[in-house]
């Protein structure tokens, strides 16, 4: 399911980067691909996805995450190959994506769009799918500081996001995104989301550099 929302938001990704003579935003999903973080340079997140192959090696090697790491690499390449295939093949996909785009934008796109749907995707289980919800993008993962719920309306299939206590203007918006050491340990989050709750002062790879026992506990 996510391959293919990933699939989805690459070739609207694509279309909101033409420019076709002044007609305005190609993509009705424009304005919300706009936020999110593009592969330019200084603007990626600390995805795995991002990552070269050395430091993978380098870095990971050894550690808690890198068996889960080398499984998750291997099925989203595989996924993006196939992506790829459909939106870089004009004559069997001739509306697929606009006009003289390289295959390596096009593959640069659709790993940014993997990297988005992992980092920022929600599973909803009544609807057996994954959803991007705007508003939730704006929310961090905190669950001593949880103030706002989500849930899907069984009826219209509208995502109702409420506050569980006063929010007052310009707060940050918190959420769980998983239990930490229930759900997933916090290796894991860097795994699948692209960070380690509650590091704020350092890198991800300092910490892999420094042996961290976040990462090599049983080293440790």
């Given amino acids: 399911k996510k391959a293919a929302v990933a699939g989805f938001l690459a070739k609207e990704w694509l279309w909101s980067t033409a420019d076709l003579s002044g007609e305005g935003d190609v993509s009705e999903w424009a304005e919300y691909i706009r936020m999110l973080p593009s592969w330019e340079e200084g603007s990626q997140a600390e995805h795995l996805l991002w990552w070269e192959e050395e430091d993978i090696e380098n870095l990971l090697k050894g550690s808690l995450g890198y068996e889960e790491a080398l499984n998750l690499l291997d099925g989203t390449e595989y996924a993006m190959s196939l992506i790829i295939d459909v939106l870089t093949s004009p004559r069997r996909h001739p509306d697929a994506t606009p006009p003289g785009l390289s295959v390596d934008f096009v593959a640069t796109v659709v790993r940014a769009a993997f990297v988005a749907i992992y980092s920022r995707s929600f599973r909803d289980d009544d609807g057996d799918c994954v959803t991007l919800i705007p508003l939730l993008d704006m ?11 989500y849930d899907v309306d069984g009826r219209t299939g509208d995502v109702v996001v409420r506050a569980i206590r006063e929010v007052r203007p310009g707060e940050e918006l918190f959420l769980c995104y998983a239990e930490e050491g229930e759900e997933l340990e916090r290796h894991q989050f860097f795994t699948f989301y692209g960070f380690v709750p509650g590091v704020t002062d350092t890198s991800v790879r300092r910490l ?4 961290n026992e976040i990462f090599f506990r049983e080293l440790v």
């Fill in 139 to 149: 929310a961090q993962h905190d669950p001593e500081r949880v103030n706002v719920e």
């Fill in 208 to 211: 892999l550099e420094e042996k």
